[in-house]
């Protein structure tokens, strides 16, 4: 339907921070792996809508701008492979509070609003690579990617001639 979009809220990865990943992957997973995520669209989901209507976007945006919510920081440490989904991912051993409230506090909104929900339990990550079906040597721990969320946003996704490329639609700071 062209009256909806596939939306989701997400924190955006600062771009050094977008960069020093795509670094470290190609040293760290051979091309074979899986399908790299681009450096733009490496970011953490808070909450995804599904296709949402303009109307139901505006509400949710309304409800996202009165969010007070302090700004966090998070140690990307922690590593996996969701063979199923096809998806090596980047986490956090230890889920920072503030993000997993305002996960949670989006996510009642979205469903209050009647919008799609994710049967699975919330885990935040950073999708590294997709199409990762085989088995996948993950790096030992021992790496550290700090990172402080000063913001959180609204996108949208679409997959145009090959491509999924996400849009900010709106952007509401954390309290600093
Ligand atoms: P993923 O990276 O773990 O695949 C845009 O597609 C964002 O929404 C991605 O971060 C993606 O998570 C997430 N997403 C897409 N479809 C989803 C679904 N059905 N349930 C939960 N999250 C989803």
Redo the contacts with the bound molecule.
Sequence with gaps: MSDTRRL?F?LPLPPKTQRALVKWRAEQFPPEAGRPIAAANL?I?LA?LGEVSEQKSLALQNMASRIKQPAFSLDLDDAGHWPG?G?V?LGSRRAPRGLLQLAELLRSQAARSGCYQ?P?PFHP?V?LLRGATKTVAIPPSGFHWPVAFEHFALYS?EFRRGRTRYDQIACWPLIT
């Design positions: 989701f997400a970011h989901t995804f989904a998806v991912w994710s699975f990550h999708t996704s």
